[in-house]
Nanobody
């Protein structure tokens, strides 16, 4: 079982990125896939999650309305579209897996990808 996050990069404030989380060794549509992020010197925090049933949730008020999570089951991939990025969105973004339903707790996820760095310049 592996999760590979990609799509990060350096963008200016107001720009967009699309992060991808490609699943290996399992069928991602059967699991909840979440995105977390960790900024330098801060705790890892939840950003968004999509359940096995396709329900999406957003953990950050700042993310709702700017970020969109989605799945492409044919590609076994979950995406996180980041729009109107702000310098405070700078972080390493991780995807993680747990069974069925989403959870706001990091410890509820048993598989993690390595992360992809998003840097937003002002």
């Amino acid at each position: 079982v592996q999760l590979q996050a990609s799509g990060g990069g350096l963008v200016q404030a107001g720009g967009s990125l699309r992060l991808s989380c490609l699943a290996y060794g399992f069928t991602s549509e059967h699991y909840a896939i979440a995105w977390f992020r960790q900024a330098p010197g801060k705790e890892r925090e939840g950003v968004s999650c999509i359940s096995s049933g396709g329900k999406s949730t957003y953990s950050q008020e700042s993310a709702e309305g700017r970020f969109t999570i989605s799945r492409d089951n044919a590609k076994n991939t979950v995406y996180l579209q980041l729009n109107d990025l702000k310098p405070e969105d700078t972080a390493v973004y991780y995807c993680a897996r747990r069974s069925y339903q989403c959870s706001v707790y990091k410890r509820a996820y048993n598989y993690w990808g390595r992360g992809t760095l998003v840097t937003v310049s002002s």
